[in-house]
């Protein structure tokens, strides 16, 4: 029985890295939504076309980030514990990779609409009157459909690849009968 304690064991620590990667991802990122941005401050002279970018800041993408690993090793874990009531056979290695392949390949989708969304150019106007030319404008950061749909897809691609390598790491081998 020592070894199915650790077998337990093993399959419970991905869960908790995973569960404190997700907590502190969310944290990150709601400090990152408190977080106030001069977007421009007006004046009288006009702006190069090259004068700012609109894009993630560092914290938001390290919570994206925490909160993608801490649910891949949400799934690891799962993956483990379910595997420990399997035993190998070529059904279960084929449902692994099946899995992996499905994992590799939701994934490459969710990054791939991600970077598409990134190279697209974003435009806004912005017109102010001489009272206001000295005002500043912070406009409220904008999510498209293609930015939730992506990091929805590649969410889905590691927990399914997180669940393949758990299945097939917490499966004991086949037993043979001498």
């Known amino acids: 029985m020592p070894e199915s304690s650790a077998r337990v064991r093993s399959g419970k620590i991905p869960g908790w890295i995973g569960a404190l990667s997700i907590l502190a991802g969310s944290v990150l990122l709601w400090r990152d939504s408190q977080a106030e941005y001069l977007f421009y401050s007006g004046s009288y002279e006009p702006l190069s076309a090259d004068a700012f970018s609109i894009g993630p800041s560092p914290l938001q993408v390290s919570g994206e980030l925490l909160l993608a690993f801490g649910f891949g090793a949400l799934c690891l874990s799962l993956g483990l514990i379910l595997g420990r009531r399997m035993h190998k056979s070529r059904k279960h290695v084929l449902t692994t990779r099946i899995i992996w392949l499905t994992g590799l390949l939701v994934l490459a989708a969710g990054t791939g609409l991600l970077i598409w969304d990134a190279l697209q150019v974003q435009t806004f106007g912005w017109f102010a009157y001489?009272?206001?030319s000295n005002s500043t404008i912070s406009p409220a950061p904008w999510v498209t459909g293609t930015q939730i749909l992506g990091k929805l897809l590649s969410a889905l691609?590691?927990?399914?690849?997180?669940?393949?390598?758990?299945?097939?790491?917490?499966?004991?081998?086949?037993?043979t009968e001498a």
């Open 157 to 175: 691609g590691l927990g399914a690849i997180g669940l393949g390598v758990g299945l097939h790491a917490g499966a004991p081998a086949r037993r």
């Open 130 to 132: 001489a009272p206001l």
